[in-house]
């Protein structure tokens, strides 16, 4: 059983809609993460997540973005009013408190048309 | 702020011959050093990391790669690549105490049979 599971794995969606990325991390009390991957760019970091806040996050993740953890294992994503330039492939990552090595998740791959 | 930078995006060695992938990173203080690969249509793996003590660190699948704090590199090395090491290496870094990752550009390497 993978320890991060992503979901949806392909969204196509119009410009101008919401998105909503999945992720299900299987432990509690970790840092969770979101980073993204343009196609041919670098892996980038967007936003980490701990105690039910946000504890960092990068100046591509601005106010279209947000993230929350509504039931305590789903971990989202969300995506107000998505613009072409947020096709990407987006991976969500986990951590255990004192380590130091994050497990990602297979990613989402969101194409905005 | 801290920074990766892998030189090559595309590696394209034939089977059975040595690899070397390289990484440089910059930071002021200590770090910590991982490489992740991602095979076709699959998410990010840890590869291998060094978090302290020895420099020369070894993943599994006889890949290794050594810190070396005076050129602040940590080159990824495989004496023989076989065909299924072929997919994206990423470098990253992470600052002592921080809890996000800095990736590297990616470096492709394809194994020619």
């Known amino acids: 059983e993978p320890e991060v599971t992503q979901t949806p794995s392909h969204q196509v969606t119009q410009m101008g809609q919401e998105v909503i990325l999945h992720c299900v991390p299987i432990?509690?009390?970790?840092?969770f993460y979101w980073y993204r991957q343009i196609l041919g760019q670098k892996v980038e970091f967007l936003v980490s997540?701990?105690?039910?806040?946000?504890?960092?996050k990068s100046e591509i993740f601005d106010d279209q973005f947000s993230v929350e953890r509504p039931d305590g294992s789903n971990f989202t994503l969300k995506i107000r009013s998505t613009k072409l330039e947020d096709s990407a492939m987006y991976f969500c990552?986990?951590?255990?408190?004192?380590?130091?090595?994050?497990?990602f998740g297979a990613g989402s791959r969101l194409t905005v048309l | 702020a801290q920074s990766v930078t892998q030189l090559d995006s595309q590696v394209p060695v034939f089977e059975e011959a040595p690899v070397e992938l390289r990484c440089n990173y910059s930071s002021s203080v200590s770090v910590y050093l991982f490489w992740y690969v991602q095979y076709p249509n699959q998410g990010l793996q840890l590869l291998l990391k060094?978090?302290?003590?020895?420099?020369l660190v070894e993943s599994i699948n006889g890949f290794e790669a050594e810190f070396n704090k005076s050129q602040t590199s940590f080159h990824l090395r495989k004496p023989s690549v076989h065909i299924s090491d072929t997919a994206e290496y990423f470098c990253?870094?992470?600052?002592?105490?921080?809890?996000?990752?800095?990736f590297g550009q990616g470096t492709r390497l394809t194994i020619n049979p």
């Open positions: 060094y978090l302290s003590g020895s420099t």
């Open positions: 432990s509690n009390h970790l840092y």
């Open positions: 997540f701990y105690n039910n806040e946000i504890s960092e």
């Open positions: 990253a870094v992470s600052e002592g105490g921080a809890q996000k990752l800095v």
């Open positions: 990552a986990r951590k255990p408190s004192g380590a130091n090595v994050l497990t």
